[in-house]
């Protein structure tokens, strides 16, 4: 792991790397696993959509709370009462088969049917990352870190046809199979939970720091928050949970085959994070946002035109090549333009909104797939998502980090 890291990284941030990735095989697995574990309960496509919505508002509803009152909390302790929550989601996942059980313990949980990282682990772990390095490599650290957890979560992805060869090998249910991902998601987050007592006071505010959670930067990141919201609007028709549903309703694509489709998507979206330090080394954070999203959204919307599977996961992969290389990039841009000690709350605003904003368009996902085949979902989020990139261009192109003034 430190041969990964950037030149002057910390040894804490090799911890929250490993945290990240253990994390981000949960994840990946249960990104896939959901629809067909929920559509083995016999839940419809507006029930699924409902509960990844409600899962979504919860996760956004925590994360808020989280960032909001970090500046004042041990970051260490916080981290660890959090992983005793993922472990409480895995077994309430494993153990309940109701709706509205289910429902609950969605919303009070860190399950995380997206596939990305947008649960309140987030806005702890970028706070504390800037403070492990130096400011010329920030977006490297930033980098590895979304390389790791993408990379990881798509090797997650990858096992989720495991469920179902077991439970033809060893003649069990396919309910009981599936059910079985989320005590391994439990079991994460047992090992995230020791790894974070590896980390070091270092990771602690100053003593005598601010205890203002926003302050000279509040109007810069409630506008990034805004045009993020955007951005995660557009996603949230796309998340991963449901674009396997639709690969499946429209193609038939089983769920291994679908497993081994985000995993390729996911090695292409890692590896780009490295490619976009490069890119904004030359042209800035906020082009390199910008510059590679685009293209990225146009795939999108021509998936939805695809006759055959082999064409409509051809752009799926050439969109997930570009992207998430504005992860990094996003990550460390908002890290940058606010002070030390309002990154945590300032993670937060700009991830919660984007939670927030990606709750409800599962439903009308849902409704619009139970309705018809059609890639609809696709062409409205990758539409949402080519406006934020051209507002985000317009607004903030002249605002950059002191290294890029530099």
Same mark, same amino acid.
């Given at each position: 792991?430190?041969?990964?890291?950037?030149?002057?990284?910390?040894?804490?941030?090799?911890?929250?790397?490993?945290?990240?990735?253990?994390?981000?095989?949960?994840?990946?697995?249960?990104?896939?696993?959901?629809?067909?574990?929920?559509?083995?309960?016999?839940?419809?496509?507006?029930?699924?959509?409902?509960?990844?919505?409600?899962?979504?508002?919860?996760?956004?509803?925590?994360?808020?709370?989280?960032?909001?009152?970090?500046?004042?909390?041990?970051?260490?302790?916080?981290?660890?009462?959090?992983?005793?929550?993922?472990?409480?989601?895995?077994?309430?996942?494993?153990?309940?088969?109701?709706?509205?059980?289910?429902?609950?313990?969605?919303?009070?949980?860190?399950?995380?049917?997206?596939?990305?990282?947008?649960?309140?682990?987030?806005?702890?772990?970028?706070?504390?990352?800037?403070?492990?390095?130096?400011?010329?490599?920030?977006?490297?650290?930033?980098?590895?870190?979304?390389?790791?957890?993408?990379?990881?979560?798509?090797?997650?992805?990858?096992?989720?046809?495991?469920?179902?060869?077991?439970?033809?090998?060893?003649?069990?249910?396919?309910?009981?199979?599936?059910?079985?991902? !989320?005590?391994?998601? /439990?079991? @994460?987050? %047992?090992?995230? +939970?020791?790894?974070?007592?590896? *980390? =070091?006071?270092?990771?602690? #505010?100053?003593?005598?720091?601010?205890?203002?959670?926003?302050?000279?930067?509040?109007?810069?990141?409630?506008?990034?928050?805004?045009?993020?919201?955007?951005?995660?609007?557009?996603?949230?028709?796309?998340?991963?949970?449901?674009?396997?549903?639709?690969?499946?309703?429209?193609?038939?694509?089983?769920?291994?085959?679908?497993?081994?489709?985000?995993?390729?998507?996911?090695?292409?979206?890692?590896?780009?994070?490295?490619?976009?330090?490069?890119?904004?080394?030359?042209?800035?954070?906020?082009?390199?946002?910008?510059?590679?999203?685009?293209?990225?959204?146009?795939?999108?919307?021509?998936?939805? !035109?695809?006759?055959? /599977?082999? @064409?409509? %996961?051809?752009? +799926?992969?050439?969109?997930?090549? *570009? =992207?998430?290389?504005?992860? #990094?990039?996003?990550?460390?841009?908002?890290?940058?333009?606010?002070?030390?000690?309002?990154?945590?709350?300032?993670?937060?605003?700009?991830?919660?909104?984007?939670?927030?904003?990606?709750?409800?368009?599962?439903?009308?996902?849902?409704?619009?797939?139970?309705?018809?085949?059609?890639?609809?979902?696709?062409?409205?989020?990758?539409?949402?998502?080519?406006?934020?990139?051209?507002?985000?261009?317009?607004?903030?192109?002249?605002?950059?980090?002191?290294?890029?003034?530099?």
């Amino acid at each position: 792991m430190p041969r990964l890291l950037p030149p002057g990284a910390s040894r804490d941030a090799v911890v929250l790397l490993q945290t990240r990735a253990v994390r981000a095989l949960g994840d990946g697995l249960v990104s896939v696993v959901l629809a067909a574990y929920l559509t083995a309960l016999g839940f419809s496509e507006v029930r699924i959509g409902i509960l990844v919505t409600v899962t979504l508002l919860g996760s956004a509803a925590l994360t808020l709370a989280v960032g909001l009152r970090a500046h004042a909390y041990p970051r260490r302790r916080l981290l660890r009462l959090v992983s005793l929550l993922m472990i409480a989601t895995g077994v309430g996942f494993a153990v309940f088969t109701g709706f509205w059980p289910l429902a609950l313990v969605g919303m009070i949980g860190t399950l995380n049917p997206s596939g990305g990282d947008v649960s309140v682990f987030l806005p702890t772990e970028q706070a504390l990352l800037p403070a492990t390095i130096g400011s010329d490599h920030r977006t490297a650290l930033f980098a590895r870190y979304s390389l790791i957890g993408t990379l990881v979560a798509a090797l997650g992805a990858s096992l989720a046809g495991v469920p179902e060869w077991v439970a033809r090998r060893i003649h069990v249910a396919e309910t009981t199979a599936l059910r079985s991902t !989320f005590v391994l998601y /439990a079991v @994460l987050g %047992v090992v995230v +939970l020791v790894r974070y007592r590896h *980390l =070091s006071p270092n990771v602690e #505010p100053a003593p005598g720091a601010t205890s203002v959670a926003l302050g000279p930067s509040k109007r810069t990141v409630y506008r990034l928050a805004a045009l993020f919201s955007l951005d995660a609007l557009g996603g949230g028709f796309v998340i991963t949970a449901l674009v396997v549903l639709w690969l499946q309703r429209r193609f038939g694509l089983s769920l291994a085959v679908s497993g081994a489709v985000f995993f390729w998507a996911g090695v292409c979206s890692a590896f780009s994070a490295l490619v976009a330090v490069r890119i904004a080394s030359r042209i800035g954070l906020v082009r390199t946002m910008v510059f590679t999203h685009l293209p990225a959204n146009g795939l999108l919307i021509l998936t939805a !035109f695809m006759p055959t /599977a082999p @064409l409509a %996961v051809a752009c +799926l992969l050439g969109r997930s090549a *570009l =992207s998430q290389m504005d992860v #990094p990039a996003r990550t460390s841009y908002v890290m940058a333009v606010v002070t030390p000690e309002e990154r945590p709350a300032a993670a937060s605003v700009t991830n919660v909104p984007r939670s927030l904003a990606s709750a409800l368009p599962p439903i009308a996902a849902g409704w619009m797939l139970s309705h018809s085949h059609f890639g609809w979902p696709l062409i409205i989020g990758g539409s949402l998502k080519a406006i934020y990139d051209l507002l985000l261009l317009h607004q903030f192109r002249d605002l950059r980090p002191p290294e890029e003034q530099a």
